[in-house]
């Protein structure tokens, strides 16, 4: 399968190389890698453009946006500058961040998930993290969801999907819209990804609501917000996000601000959602 890799990166001098050193030593071979160089201030152009001098697949876009790093908006605007420069022969797409180790099988492993079963629309390993000299599972998310960092899809589900979405919570959308056209979703623990810097490390405080706007964009409604809220906060082992989470859907739903999601998705998502929450209670 031809597989594509969009990788929006914003001074990462210090770890592209290693990103792109193990994309070109993977045993199923990419056909394009587009790294989006974000308004970098650092060498990051220089390490791309001398990777893209040895291995014509990769390739690098210039972008320039605001320095702030909000979740969503900015690493989508720069995933989407990317696929703009890129033709459709693609089976499967990848959003990739510029922080990450692949093992050198990733790819081929998920070709073979998605041509195993044409109804598997996304496919994702699993991040690892590095703690006191062990890599250790960064364990934010259920192991059924595949992380924002190394998002997967066949083409027609990414058409179908709507494409990504520049706002927090298009990496939790994606997954949900696939449930509700009936695509898989599958994640494969056997692929250990090193994930170099910790998911939000340069997140300032305004971001901290955006989850809360977030959770009412995807139209969970308070109850479902306020039980993902909390265990949200507990895994980030930060209980007073709780409230900022909380404060953040409020203020949304004041606002009115629009849904990422049509009336019937929004009604699916919440009956899902629940569906979900209480399998693992009872």
């Not at 990769?58 to 989407?80: D, M, Q, R, T, Y």
């Not at 992380?147 to 494409?163: D, M, S, V």
């Amino acid at each position: 399968m031809n597989y594509y890799i969009v990788i929006p990166a914003h001074n990462e001098e210090a770890l592209i190389g290693l990103t792109l050193d193990s994309l070109v030593n993977q045993t199923l071979l990419p056909k394009k890698v587009v790294v989006v160089n974000d308004n970098s201030t650092d060498k990051t152009s220089d390490i791309v453009l001398a990777f893209a001098k040895e291995h014509p697949f990769i390739s690098l876009v210039e972008k320039k946006s605001s320095a702030i790093h909000l979740p969503g908006s900015k690493v989508i605007h720069a995933f989407n500058a990317g696929l703009a420069t890129s033709d459709e022969e693609y089976d499967v797409l990848m959003k990739a961040d510029a922080d990450l180790i692949f093992p050198t099988n990733y790819f081929e492993t998920i070709s073979t998930h998605f041509q195993s079963d044409p109804t598997i629309g996304m496919v994702g390993g699993f991040c690892y993290i590095e703690k006191n000299g062990d890599w250790v599972l960064e364990n934010l998310t259920d192991k059924d969801h595949i992380r924002g960092a190394l998002k997967a899809y066949r083409k027609e589900t990414f058409k179908q999907i709507g494409g990504l979405k520049a706002q927090m919570g298009w990496d939790t959308v994606d997954e949900l819209l696939c449930k509700f056209y009936n695509w898989k979703v599958v994640t494969d623990a056997s692929l250990h990804v090193k994930h170099l810097k910790p998911t939000g490390a340069n997140y300032n405080k305004t971001a901290r609501y955006k989850q809360g706007e977030a959770f009412y964009t995807l139209g969970y409604g308070f109850l479902i917000t306020a039980i993902a809220s909390a265990k949200l906060s507990f895994m980030k082992k930060k209980p007073f996000l709780f409230f900022d989470y909380i404060q953040g859907f409020l203020k949304a739903k004041a606002a009115k601000t629009p849904l990422m999601v049509t009336t019937e998705q929004a009604k699916f998502i919440r009956s899902y959602r629940l569906k979900k929450m209480k399998e693992k209670l009872f």
